[in-house]
DNA sequence: GTCTATAGCGAGATAGAC
DNA sequence: GTCTATCTCGCTATAGAC
């Protein structure tokens, strides 16, 4: 039947994509060879061919589903009540979301270098926007007197870099929970704000 | 003459750690071949191996040398007159050190999955004591009462973080100079941690 | 839709001439 | 100290059988 076929591709389709993006995390790239990724779900390397007409398209593709993600969950968020109430949801909707896709995460930012220039622009306008959402946030805040900051722009930098470290030393199980770290950043960015 | 020869070939050593720097930075140690490399330098392939035994010995005596270079020019820093004074020094050494040496910054962190276990175990302990020192610094400081934080470790990993994120924004010649970038980092992490 | 087989290429590394 | 030449391997991508 056609649809147990369509079913049986979209879920090569579907292992596919989760194979390459944890062995891009893991390896890079460039390190990663379509061989490891086809051995990965079971199936022959020319068989990747069905799915994705090259290994550019395939990263390009993982990063640009995920800048997706990324923009249509912040814009699924309620709004809030005042600039404070704002930071703090976006603080902590930051940390939840980057923590639960931790490899799109890191290939988002470790692989831009290895995308086409036009690959490269389409995914950093992505970056752009959501940053720019940060950055709109604050200097509405620091306007209505609620911030106290510098540099609302560089701020929204130096706030998406501290909140997205967490990635790189958080371990599921360890001395605190993710509920409590998200307090200690939320804490950090408030102060740091003035708020 | 002896002594011309080895000066020749010190700059050569030189010039091939230079290029594979630069190289391995812009494109990704996995994606740069030693014909690049040799290419870069103006030498043919098989002269690297005069100087490294291989091209994962290349990629950590660079992130080796690099870490002892930071380690080094922490333990060379001025003692400071209170907590305080010692975290804004810390802060601007930060900032200034890493945008120093973007390049050897960013291979530093971005190329660890691709070293060899034991290589990455080294590499990873002297991160640990860049990160303990400022761990460290604000433990003191609480304890003195001159600052405010709930947890001291997560500190450390959240103000690294945030500074070293200058260096994915910062641009020679941009709307701000260095040293105002400091001012502003500043600002944010004295307030950040109550002081 | 997946397989086997392979074309065509470039990689890391080494040998030996100069 | 650097070169040319080469070994051996694994890569991306494609062709064609089933």
Redesign the interface.
């Known amino acids: 039947m056609a649809r147990k076929k369509n079913a049986s591709a979209e879920t090569t389709r579907l292992r596919i994509r989760e194979a390459a993006l944890r062995l891009f995390a893991?390896?890079?790239?460039?390190?990663v060879s379509m061989r490891q990724i086809a051995s990965d779900v079971g199936v022959q390397a020319g068989t990747l061919y069905l799915y994705t007409p090259d290994k550019q398209t395939l990263l390009f593709d993982l990063m640009h589903a995920h800048m997706l993600d990324l923009l249509d969950a912040l814009a699924a968020l309620p709004d809030a009540p005042d600039p404070r109430a704002a930071l703090e949801q976006f603080t902590r909707f930051h940390i939840r979301f980057h923590r639960a896709r931790s490899d799109a995460v890191f290939i988002a930012y470790?692989e831009l270098?290895?995308l086409e220039p036009e690959n490269f622009e389409r995914i950093e306008d992505l970056r752009r926007r959501y940053e720019a959402h940060l950055a709109g946030l604050l200097t509405q805040g620091q306007t209505a007197g609620a911030f106290t900051?510098?540099?609302p722009k560089?701020?929204a930098?130096?706030?998406?870099?501290?909140l997205?470290?967490?990635n790189?030393?958080y371990r599921e199980g360890g001395r605190?929970s993710l509920a409590r770290?998200e307090?200690?950043?939320w804490?950090?960015?408030r102060?740091?704000?003035?708020a």
């Open positions: 893991r390896h890079g790239y460039a390190a470790m270098r290895n900051l510098p540099d560089l701020a930098f130096a706030l998406i870099a501290m997205t470290g967490v790189t030393w605190l770290v307090d200690i950043y804490d950090m960015v102060k740091a704000v003035g």
